[in-house]
């Protein structure tokens, strides 16, 4: 026995010195989920929040399951609900899906703040309530208590307005990922589910998804999520359902006492003697590992590149091969969560570029797993742009689904805005009859609005897009707007009131701010200025060009406190608003929008209000413009 005392000592030294905490870092949700009247903010020690960002990356290719049904069981459908590229969720799903079908959705996901989720929005409905949203509507991919901790008190909800979903999902650990397990997804937990018939649909072990989820008993109710980790993607296979089946129970063993006291000595001498070969087994491993460990942290990575790369013929040629291998360099990293097409693939998807399929410039429309996506080809460095774009998850922000190379080009795979740029909307010399009334243009202003206070809160480090204009904008079929174009977007360095500093000063005319231009000053108040501009096209219907030249080059803060110092005010406001919307329009909020672009438009940074400041107005006046 003392033997056995000291190997138990042992192997538990051994665990102590070589081990941390390996799955259980989610606790499970359980039944908290209903709790909404004590949703509290300060802990988060079920998960009600969100699971927490302690993963080995800040983001990563994460998936959901959903359950198709009305009015939400089409490709198209499920995507806009839950922010998903339509192109990836068709490749794993059927184009058609029919009711109650289970469904995978890949998603972007990233640390907000405290904890993991991709964000998606959602338009309120007669009814609705903070606990309806998260587990009818969403099934549970949501909580009542992160709807309140994203969006504030529900006791105000208008119908029309949109809500920040945050959902649920979480990147493995450092241990996972060491294991094996370098996906995660969030089962929606249904009726008569069980752990281990979960574990069954995807070849789990039971006991890894317990310590995935801290759970210690197999208790598991609908409407929560469950972490699977995962060694591959999940596909289409995994989502039929298994068939029942009654589980065998052998039948007890035929007792025998006359051999009970000659067994038991045997199990003692069996036990003594494999758990000190387990013993000497892990003393030696051990030594090993010590030995090896830190030699082998320092070997570099291997490139990893999703299977369905196909390199294409080229010329020998060094210098291809060498930007090739650059290219693939830099984007190992985010390789499992981005689709690397063949360039055959994309010369398919827009027949072969032809000028039929060109939108504007480089980009293209192509069409991708029966889906449309925009492909853009881009010359130069495109991997801080990428690696942003990978790790960024906004319903107001592009998604970049996929890359591709060839022959020292870039090819950039985005999700497709049908509806194209807001400079198309806006300038009455371009619409060609689309016109955007009060209220759908308030709604895309908080867009915005709400795509740059994540890139500047919310994102690791924050940061900068740089580039903020009407060209930038881009409009879905809903006419909600996402912010494209990140080319230029760079960390935004220093505390809050510090600035960066750079002599390469690029941007678009009209929408650099002035600390920029003449001092070279980079801030996340840049985005702020060019914001200010970007409403006030929208209120006016004209370029910004076209309103210095209007003013003879006047500051645009000069122009707007021309406007609201004038004696004849109401008159004077209503000349300078953009007359397609015929006054329709509430005067007394378009005087507050006015107001907030006098804010934005402020020579001096640090008067500027922050994007923050600037979505909590423009939320305000929505609420207050749907009402009127």
Not at 174 to 189: A, C, H, I, K, R
Not at 201 to 211: C, P, S, W
Not at 500 to 516: N, Q, W
Request: charged share 15%; with cysteine.
């Amino acid at each position: 026995m003392a033997f056995l005392s000291f190997a138990y000592v042992l192997i538990t030294l051994f665990i102590l010195c070589f081990s941390s905490p390996i799955h259980a870092q989610q606790p499970y949700v359980g039944l908290a989920t209903t709790d909404c009247n004590n949703a509290d903010t300060t802990s988060n020690s079920n998960s009600a929040l969100g699971y927490s960002c302690n993963g080995l990356n800040k983001s990563c290719r994460a998936y959901l399951t959903f359950r198709s049904q009305p009015p939400f069981n089409t490709v198209a459908s499920i995507s806009t609900l839950l922010g998903s590229e339509p192109s990836l969720l068709s490749q794993i799903n059927s184009v058609s899906l029919e009711t109650n079908r289970l469904v995978i959705v890949p998603v972007n996901c990233s640390c907000s703040g405290q904890y993991y989720q991709s964000n998606t929005t959602y338009t309120i409905q007669n009814g609705d309530t903070y606990l309806f949203i998260a587990n009818n509507t969403f099934q549970g991919l949501s909580t009542c208590q992160a709807l309140e901790d994203q969006n504030g008190s529900p006791t105000n909800l208008i119908i029309g307005a949109g809500v920040t979903v945050p959902l649920r999902c979480a990147c493995p650990t450092e241990n996972q990922t060491d294991e094996g397990f370098p996906f995660l997804l969030s089962y929606l937990v249904a009726e008569g589910d069980t752990v281990s018939g979960i574990s069954s649909r995807f070849g789990v072990d039971t006991g890894e998804i317990l310590q995935a989820n801290s759970l210690s008993g197999s208790n598991i109710f609908p409407f929560t999520t469950l972490l699977i980790p995962l060694e591959n993607p999940p596909t289409s296979s995994q989502t039929v359902e298994p068939p029942s089946s009654t589980p065998v129970i052998p039948p007890p063993p035929p007792a025998n006492s006359s051999s009970e006291d000659g067994s038991n000595k045997t199990w003692i001498y069996i036990v003594a003697g494999v758990l000190g070969g387990i013993t000497l087994t892990l003393i030696f491993g051990a030594t090993i590992f010590c030995k090896f460990f830190y030699t082998r942290k320092k070997e570099p990575d291997s490139i990893v590149v999703s299977g369905s790369f196909q390199a294409n013929e080229k010329p020998s040629n060094k210098k291809f091969d060498e930007e090739s291998q650059d290219f693939l360099e830099s984007i190992s990293g985010v390789a499992q969560s981005l689709k690397v097409y063949s360039f055959k693939e994309l010369q398919s998807a827009t027949d072969n570029f032809s000028f039929t399929c060109r939108i504007q410039g480089s980009v293209y429309r192509g069409k991708i797993n029966g889906g449309f996506a925009a492909i853009k080809k881009v010359n130069g460095d495109v991997s801080k742009e990428i690696a942003l774009l990978n790790k960024i998850n906004h319903s107001n922000l592009i998604i970049l689904s996929g890359v591709c190379f060839n022959e020292g080009n870039c090819y950039l795979v985005y999700e497709y805005a049908v509806n194209g740029t807001l400079s198309d909307w806006v300038f009455s010399n371009k619409n060609e009859g689309k016109y955007l009334d009060w209220k759908q243009r308030i709604q895309i202003a908080l867009d915005v609005a709400t795509g740059l206070n994540y890139l500047h809160s919310f994102t690791n480090p924050p940061h900068v897009h740089k580039d903020i204009n009407s060209s930038n904008v881009l409009l879905d079929s809903d006419l909600r707007a996402k912010i494209a174009n990140f080319a230029m977007a760079r960390p935004a360095e220093g505390q809050e009131g510090e600035f960066a500093l750079t002599r390469h000063i690029v941007g678009t005319k009209g929408y650099m701010a002035p600390e920029y231009l003449e001092n070279g000053l980079v801030s996340t108040k840049l985005d702020v200025y060019a914001f200010g501009v970007l409403i006030l096209e929208m209120l006016t219907g004209k370029e910004a060009a076209a309103l210095h030249a209007e003013e003879n080059n006047m500051h645009l803060s000069d122009v707007l406190n021309a406007v609201l110092t004038k004696e004849d005010g109401e008159e004077s406001l209503r000349h300078f608003i953009d007359p397609t919307l015929q006054g329709n329009y509430p005067l007394e909020l378009a005087l507050l929008v006015i107001r907030l672009i006098d804010a934005c438009l402020k020579k001096d940074p640090t008067d500027r209000p922050t994007m923050y400041e600037i979505e909590h107005s423009l939320s305000n006046i929505l609420n207050a413009s749907l009402n009127w």
